[in-house]
């Protein structure tokens, strides 16, 4: 391939990945899944006009690394000290069961030579996919029926945050066990090691750009530092504690969160994801998808990686809620606002891909599981809104 032939296939990409993404939008889909068809289209498997280049795939790896800076800067520490204990106990239970439920369903299905095989490895990463929430969908359902700041949909909020940072770490477990060198001690170490060093190079860190900010308040020096800082992070993570990268970005992200002008790091980040890498990130993903090999047997694993997804999650964070003295009905809520899927167990499933611990035909179960997710959420949440007592509902201030 030529140099310049690169620009072709960034223009292609750009354009498909926008056109779909839109397409996607109208009938009411995360505008991602939109991108990862168009990606799918584009691809080998179909038009055979963008081929998954080394360079698209380290321009995908930014792309997932500043979506998960972004997804550090959109963290509200304040609300997830307020609603932290109960939101912790049920993001706990939101991780556990789907990642167990996950893992014995391969095994179920595709069979496991013992607890110490690759497949094993792989029937917990399907677990590990499993775990991942993403809130966006039932953010905008609450916020359209006015319980975004009630107490069951600051919880969901809360619940999804810690969800996440316990996905990522268990993301960071089952990639260290890939390495069957790599005991189980040493990969705690690392770990809390990791996160000894966030917290004292996160705190002066956060002095730094506080003072930076105060001095020079909403100038592009504070993004682009910010930038820095999100890469560092990603780097010093794999390269140094043999954590994944992504771990390091959200870290970053969580270190400026709370700085005065973190929505405005936020906002130049996203322009840089939103026009260039968050397109190839998401279409690479079609790049990848492989359906050349997708079979009936897939076909009936898809379904029921579906359900177990949907139902793990349901029951994990409905029975915790309930145990936290919530009424049926919001532990119900709670349980359905949980269950949605999108960007990080594409962010999750694309990892895995990375390092060889799935293959690329499973993406269409995870596709699968997004769109239905995505579709079912808001059609279960206002059916359930719809169902409590009016003196219930009522969102608080």
């Known amino acids: ?9 960034l ?10 993404g839109i397409a996607a939008r109208r009938v009411k889909a995360p505008q991602v899944v939109g991108e990862i068809v168009a990606g799918l289209i584009i691809g080998p498997s179909v038009l055979g006009w963008v081929d998954n280049t080394p360079f698209i795939s380290q321009m995908a790896e930014i792309g997932v690394i500043l979506l998960m800076f972004s997804a550090g800067l959109g963290t509200d520490l304040k609300e997830l000290k307020r609603t932290g204990p109960i939101a912790m106990l049920i993001a706990c239970a939101g991780v556990f069961v789907p990642l167990v439920g996950g893992t014995a369903y391969y095994m179920i299905f595709y069979g496991v030579d013992s607890l110490s095989s690759p497949d094993f490895i792989e029937a917990v990463f399907v677990g590990t996919i499993m775990t991942a929430t993403s809130v966006s969908i039932t953010v905008e359902t609450l916020k359209e029926l006015g319980f975004l700041k009630s107490k069951v949909g600051t919880t969901v909020m809360a619940a999804a945050i810690i969800d996440d940072v316990i996905g990522i770490i268990v993301l960071t477990f089952v990639i260290s066990f890939r390495d069957p060198s790599v005991k189980l001690g040493v990969v705690c170490f690392r770990t809390m090691m990791f996160f000894i060093f966030s917290i004292g190079v996160g ?120 145990l936290c003295r919530f009424s049926v009905l919001d ?67």
Request: net charge neutral; aromatic share 12%.
């Open 1 to 9: 391939m030529q140099t310049y032939d690169i620009f072709k296939s």
């Open 11 to 20: 223009a292609i990409i750009i354009v498909f990945a926008k056109l779909f």
């Open 203 to 322: 705190f002066l860190t956060y002095k730094l750009f506080q003072m930076i900010d105060r001095k020079y308040p909403h100038t592009r020096r504070i993004p682009i530092a910010g930038l820095a800082l999100c890469f560092a992070m990603a780097y010093i993570a794999e390269e140094i504690f043999g954590i994944a990268d992504i771990t390091g970005a959200y870290v970053a992200g969580i270190i400026l969160c709370s700085i005065s002008d973190s929505d405005y790091i936020a906002r130049k980040m996203d322009i840089n994801s939103y026009m260039l890498f968050g397109p190839i990130f998401f279409a690479s993903i079609g790049l990848k998808t492989d359906l050349a090999d997708f079979s009936v047997s897939l076909l009936w694993f898809s379904i029921g990686f579906v359900l177990i997804a949907l139902l793990a999650k349901i029951i994990g964070c409905s029975l915790m809620a309930k």
């Open 331 to 397: 532990s119900l809520i709670c349980g359905v606002g949980m269950m949605t899927r999108g960007e990080v167990a594409l962010i999750v499933s694309q990892k895995g891909l990375s390092v060889g611990l799935i293959s690329p035909v499973y993406f269409s179960s995870v596709i699968l599981l997004i769109l239905v997710s995505s579709i079912a959420t808001p059609v279960l949440l206002k059916f359930l809104f719809s169902k409590a007592p009016k003196e219930e509902v009522i969102a608080e201030d």
